[in-house]
């Protein structure tokens, strides 16, 4: 069964970030596009490690603001998106948390412990019922075995949602 700890993952160096230039002389002056965000797998890798090696630490706050950067550089590690939102459930921002792994789930959508934690989030701090029932179902789907406590809870949730 998955726990509510953050977990430290070894990367590669930092490689710099190459910038293209777009033309902007062909863009429609009616309609404004909203820029692309920038995607940087290699420097989110690198701040997800900087935020572990601060949570690590004891450096809460830095961590945090580490994944919260390689999050949005990054939008597909799940594991930096799994390990914000635990930090921000360790300080009882739990709203945040929960969004950050909505997002996560969104581009990650078969990542069983981002369904597992929203689910304890939303069943215990937001008391978000049917949502921790469905994403608790969406876990057991993806997990490589039973867990036979989340199966018990599902059950109990099931009775208090009738």
Known sequence: MPEFSICCRTVGVLVGLAMLAGCAANAPVSKQAEP????????????????????????????????????????????????????????????????????????????????????????????DLSAALSHYQRYTELAAEEDKAVTGWMADLQRRLQ
């Open 36 to 127: 692309e965000p920038v995607r940087s797998p290699e420097q989110a890798r690198e701040l997800s490690r900087q935020g572990m090696l601060a949570h690590q630490q004891g450096q809460t706050s830095a961590a945090i603001e580490a994944l919260q950067k390689a999050v949005a550089l990054d939008p597909t590690d799940a594991a930096a998106a799994n390990n914000l939102a635990l930090l921000l459930k360790q300080q009882n921002r739990f709203e945040e948390a929960a969004g950050v792994l909505r997002t996560a789930i969104q581009g990650s959508p078969d990542v069983a412990d981002l369904h597992y934690n929203l689910a304890v989030i939303s069943e215990i701090y937001l008391l």
